[in-house]
């Protein structure tokens, strides 16, 4: 029995129009001529499974197609026991020649693929050709065979990744990486946010046939710390302080993200207290952020006997 067009892409006839783009996706890949250069096994299957898709993924000619294997051609009075998938696009791209037709559709080979164009496009880049379908028209078409299948091809990007330091990404580094056995400094700029990704321009893989090579996509992934906090370009710390000096105030060394400074605690500071030093932050460009230096009051969690009756007595006085 001859193979249909949901056998061809491996799907149900009830697959869903994802399922459909996803199978294609992956026979595209398998079968397309540029990969089996001159086979025309591959070109032939390659042709078989675009047509398969362009009726798939458009839901009027599913609907026909799908009349058709269930009724027959029209004009002929085939039935679906005698149906060739193939003659489905003939049948279409020979438009009212062909007696009893489907006048009102016009596939018109590749001119009409839309999505499958585009999916195509994704998949291997741009190119010319005469379209897989036998139209003689010329049009561009991602597919990169036929008259035009030496046309210079861009190669693939290569993506890696890379972590910095909390403090690194504060002041700005420099790193050294391998590709392709050749050394490469990346240059990682102060302020560079977590997941921010740094393109190098031409230094991807090699094209296949004498296009231009693919880039370098680097993402940056920044490492938290023990001490800072960053929220846009304000910068999050804390220091710790007793129960004792929380409440009579005291003075204490909080670190900023250069140097240690002296912070006054004003008598009754109360835990969680943010305290701003103001163009402290994080400095990226011309804008400095702002450091917030949250109190935190450490509480004992034993104490002596001693200290809980003079805890009890203060207790006792403030209650009056």
Same mark, same amino acid.
């Given at each position: 029995?001859?193979?249909?067009?949901?056998?061809?892409?491996?799907?149900?006839?009830?697959?869903?129009?994802?399922?459909?783009?996803?199978?294609?996706?992956?026979?595209?890949?398998?079968?397309?001529?540029?990969?089996?250069?001159?086979?025309?096994?591959?070109?032939?299957?390659?042709?078989?499974?675009?047509?398969?898709?362009?009726?798939?993924?458009?839901?009027?000619?599913?609907?026909?197609?799908?009349?058709?294997?269930?009724? #027959?051609?029209?004009?002929? =009075?085939?039935?679906? @026991?005698?149906?060739? %998938?193939?003659? *489905? +696009? !003939?049948?279409?791209? /020979?438009?009212?020649?062909?007696?009893?037709?489907?006048?009102?559709?016009?596939?018109?080979?590749?001119?009409?693929?839309?999505?499958?164009?585009?999916?195509?496009?994704?998949?291997?880049?741009?190119?010319? #050709?005469?379209?897989?379908? =036998?139209?003689?028209? @010329?049009?561009?078409? %991602?597919?990169? *065979? +036929? !008259?035009?299948?030496? /046309?210079?091809?861009?190669?693939?990007?290569?993506?890696?990744?890379?972590?910095?330091?909390?403090?690194?990404?504060?002041?700005?580094?420099?790193?050294?990486?391998?590709?392709?056995?050749?050394?490469?400094?990346?240059?990682?700029?102060? =302020?560079?946010?977590?997941?921010?990704?740094?393109?190098?321009?031409?230094?991807?893989?090699?094209?296949?046939?004498?296009?231009?090579?693919?880039?370098?996509?680097?993402?940056?992934?920044?490492?938290?710390?023990?001490?800072?906090?960053?929220?846009?370009?304000?910068?999050?710390?804390?220091?710790?302080?007793?129960?004792?000096?929380?409440?009579?105030?005291?003075?204490?060394?909080?670190?900023?993200?250069?140097?240690?400074?002296?912070?006054?605690?004003?008598?009754?500071?109360?835990?969680?207290?943010?305290?701003?030093?103001?163009?402290?932050?994080?400095?990226?460009?011309?804008?400095?952020?702002?450091?917030?230096?949250?109190?935190?009051?450490?509480?004992?969690?034993?104490?002596?006997?001693?200290?809980?009756?003079?805890?009890?007595?203060?207790?006792?006085?403030?209650?009056?």
């Amino acid at each position: 029995m001859t193979a249909n067009y949901y056998d061809i892409l491996g799907v149900k006839e009830d697959a869903s129009p994802d399922e459909i783009k996803r199978e294609f996706r992956k026979l595209a890949k398998k079968f397309h001529p540029d990969r089996h250069k001159g086979d025309k096994h591959f070109e032939n299957k390659f042709k078989e499974i675009s047509e398969a898709y362009d009726t798939l993924s458009n839901p009027q000619k599913k609907e026909q197609y799908d009349m058709m294997r269930k009724y #027959g051609n029209p004009g002929t =009075g085939a039935g679906p @026991q005698g149906f060739n %998938p193939n003659d *489905f +696009g !003939q049948f279409f791209r /020979q438009g009212n020649k062909r007696q009893g037709g489907f006048q009102s559709v016009n596939m018109g080979g590749m001119d009409d693929m839309g999505d499958l164009s585009d999916i195509l496009s994704q998949l291997f880049g741009g190119g010319g #050709g005469q379209s897989p379908f =036998g139209n003689q028209k @010329q049009k561009q078409h %991602p597919f990169g *065979f +036929g !008259q035009h299948q030496n /046309q210079p091809t861009r190669g693939h990007d290569l993506k890696a990744d890379l972590s910095v330091s909390f403090m690194e990404m504060v002041n700005g580094t420099e790193r050294t990486i391998k590709v392709g056995g050749k050394k490469i400094k990346i240059k990682i700029p102060k =302020g560079i946010r977590n997941k921010d990704k740094i393109k190098l321009h031409g230094m991807g893989q090699e094209s296949v046939n004498g296009g231009e090579k693919g880039d370098l996509i680097i993402t940056v992934g920044v490492m938290k710390d023990q001490k800072f906090e960053r929220k846009g370009n304000d910068i999050y710390t804390s220091v710790k302080v007793s129960f004792k000096d929380a409440i009579l105030g005291t003075k204490v060394q909080a670190e900023t993200l250069t140097k240690k400074i002296a912070m006054t605690i004003k008598p009754g500071t109360q835990p969680g207290t943010l305290m701003r030093l103001k163009g402290m932050g994080l400095a990226v460009g011309n804008k400095n952020g702002d450091l917030f230096v949250k109190v935190d009051i450490d509480i004992p969690e034993k104490i002596t006997d001693e200290q809980r009756e003079l805890l009890d007595k203060w207790g006792e006085s403030t209650s009056l």
